[in-house]
C-alpha cells in the first residue's frame, strides 16, 4: 500500500458496512406487505402478527448495544460474520416455520443476526479515521444514512415483489442470499483484529442481563400500555436500579454510567434521536392510517402520496451530507419538523391530494437532515473505545422512539383513523416536535461539531 493509499479510507469496506447496515431496516420494512397474507395462511389475527414486528423491534433495541460492545472488544469482524451466520439461520427457520410461534422466534434470530452491521461500520469509520488521520468520512456516513433511506423505499416494494413470486416465504427466504453475501464480504474484506488492544477487556454478563430486562419490560408496555400490565413500569423500575448499581460497582462496566453521565453532548444525541424518531415514526403510520380510513385512500394511493417523502430525503441527505454542519441541519429538520405536524391539523376527510403530497415533502426533510446530524455527532462525541456500544445504543433509541410512537398512534387512534384522532395525534407531535427544537437550541457544544471536534 503507497502512502497515499494509507491516507485514504480502504473503499473496500464501503460494501461490507452499506449491506450489513441495510440488513436491519430492510428486514423491518419488509414484513409490513406479508403480515396479512402470514395471517391468512397460518389463521392468526392482526393482534398476533403485529408480534412479528415488535420480536425485531426489542431484539434489535437490546442487541445493538450489547453486539456494539463486543465489536469494542474484539473487533467488528468476528461479530458481523456472527451475525451474518445467524441471519441466514433465521431465514431457513423463517422459510420452514410450520407455525406463527416459529415465525416469531425467527424474528428474534434476525434482530439480533442484524445487530452487528451498524455498530460493526460505525467502529470501522472509526478506526479508519485514527489510521488515515482523517476525522471527517462525511461521504461514508452519507452513504450509511442514504442507504437506509433508500432501503425505506425498496423494502415494501421488495416484500411484495418476493410475495408475488413465491409466496410470503421469501420475506423470510431473501435472508439466506443476503446472508451469504455478508459473510463472503466480511471474510473477504474486514481486517481481522480491531478490538480493545489491551485485550483485556471482559463482557459484563449481570450488567448486560440487567440492561435487557429493563429495555425488554418497558418496551413491552409501550406495546401495550394499560392498567392491566401495571407490573412491566415496575418491573422495568427495579432492574433499571439494579443496572445502575451493577454498573456503577463494576470494574469493566458494560455501559460505562459514570462516563455517560459525564457526556451531556452524547446523552443529548440521545435525547434528539428518540424525540425525533418518535414523531418520525408516528406521523408516518398515523398520516398512513388516516390516509386509508379518514380519507378513502386505497393503500396503493397512500403508498403514492408518501413516496415523495422518502424521496425528498434522499435527495436531501445526498446533497447536504458532505457539509460539516451538525446544529444547523438540526435546527432546519426540527423546524420542518413542527411545521408538518402543524399542517396535520389542515387537513380533512376532502382534503386534496395536493395538499397531502405537501405535507410528505416537508416531512422529507427532516428524514434526510435529523438522523445524519445525529449521527455525525455520536461520530465525534462518543469515546472511540466504544464507539460500537455507542452507536448501539444510538439504534437502541431509535426503536424505544418507534415504541412511544405506537402507543401514541394506539390511544390517539384507538377509535379509528378519523380526521378527531389524526388532530389529537398531531397536537402530541407538535409538542415533541418542539420538546426536539428545545433541547438543540440549548446544546451549546454542536456549534463546535466539525473536523477538528474530533476525538
Known amino acids: 500500500m503507497t502512502a497515499t493509499e494509507q491516507e485514504r479510507f480502504d473503499r473496500r469496506l464501503i460494501a461490507p458496512m452499506v449491506l450489513g447496515s441495510a440488513l436491519n431496516p430492510v428486514n423491518s420494512s419488509m414484513i409490513a406487505v406479508a403480515l396479512v ?13 403485529a408480534w412479528l414486528v415488535s420480536a425485531l423491534y426489542l431484539a434489535t433495541a437490546v442487541g445493538q448495544p450489547v453486539v456494539g460492545r463486543l465489536v469494542d472488544l474484539h473487533g467488528p469482524r468476528r461479530l458481523f460474520l456472527a451475525g451474518a451466520a445467524l441471519l441466514g439461520i433465521a431465514g431457513v427457520l423463517g422459510a420452514l416455520a410450520p407455525n406463527l410461534g416459529v415465525l416469531v422466534v425467527a424474528r428474534v434470530l434476525i434482530g439480533f443476526g442484524t445487530c452487528a452491521g451498524y455498530p460493526a461500520a460505525m467502529h470501522l469509520i472509526r478506526s479508519e479515521a485514527r489510521r488515515t488521520g482523517q476525522d471527517s468520512p462525511n461521504g461514508v456516513l452519507t452513504a450509511l444514512a442514504i442507504s437506509a433511506q433508500t432501503i425505506a423505499v425498496v423494502g415494501p416494494t421488495l416484500g411484495g415483489l418476493l410475495i408475488g413470486f413465491g409466496g410470503w416465504r421469501t420475506v423470510f427466504a431473501v435472508n439466506i442470499p443476503l446472508s451469504l453475501a455478508c459473510l463472503v464480504l466480511g471474510a473477504l474484506r474486514l481486517p481481522r483484529g480491531g478490538g480493545q488492544e489491551s485485550g483485556s477487556g471482559s463482557l459484563d454478563v449481570p450488567g448486560i442481563a440487567l440492561f435487557a430486562a429493563t429495555l425488554s419490560a418497558l418496551l413491552l408496555f409501550l406495546m401495550e400500555p394499560g392498567a392491566g400490565h401495571w407490573y412491566l413500569p415496575v418491573l422495568a423500575v427495579a432492574a433499571g436500579a439494579g443496572f445502575a448499581v451493577r454498573e456503577l460497582r463494576a470494574a469493566e462496566p458494560f455501559l460505562d454510567l459514570r462516563v455517560l453521565a459525564g457526556n451531556l453532548p452524547v446523552l443529548g444525541t440521545f435525547a434528539r434521536t428518540l424525540l425525533a424518531f418518535t414523531v418520525s415514526y408516528a406521523f408516518l403510520f398515523g398520516f398512513t392510517q388516516w390516509m386509508e380510513q379518514g380519507r378513502g385512500l386505497t393503500p396503493t394511493e397512500s403508498g403514492l402520496v408518501l413516496l415523495p417523502m422518502f424521496l425528498t ?16 441541519k438540526l435546527l432546519v429538520g426540527g ?38 446530524a445525529n449521527q455525525k455527532a455520536l461520530y465525534h462525541q462518543a469515546d472511540p473505545e466504544r464507539m460500537g456500544s455507542s452507536a ?34 398531531a397536537l402530541f407531535l407538535i409538542a415533541v416536535a418542539a420538546l426536539l427544537l428545545v433541547v438543540t437550541v440549548l446544546d451549546r457544544t454542536l456549534r463546535s461539531l466539525g473536523p477538528a471536534a474530533a476525538r
Open 392 to 425: 448501539g445504543l444510538l439504534r437502541t433509541f431509535t426503536y424505544v422512539g418507534a415504541m412511544v410512537a405506537a402507543a401514541a398512534g394506539g390511544g390517539f387512534l384507538s377509535g379509528g383513523a378519523d380526521t378527531t384522532g389524526l388532530h389529537g395525534l
Open 37 to 49: 397474507p402470514i395471517g391468512a395462511a397460518l389463521g392468526a389475527p392482526p393482534a398476533e402478527t
Open 313 to 328: 430525503g434522499i435527495v436531501v441527505s445526498s446533497t447536504t451530507g458532505r457539509s460539516d454542519g451538525v446544529r444547523g
Open 335 to 372: 423546524l420542518a419538523q413542527l411545521v408538518a405536524c402543524a399542517l396535520l391539523l389542515a387537513v380533512g376527510a376532502r382534503s386534496g391530494i395536493w395538499l397531502l403530497v405537501a405535507i410528505a415533502v416537508v416531512v422529507g426533510i427532516p428524514q434526510g437532515l435529523i438522523s445524519l
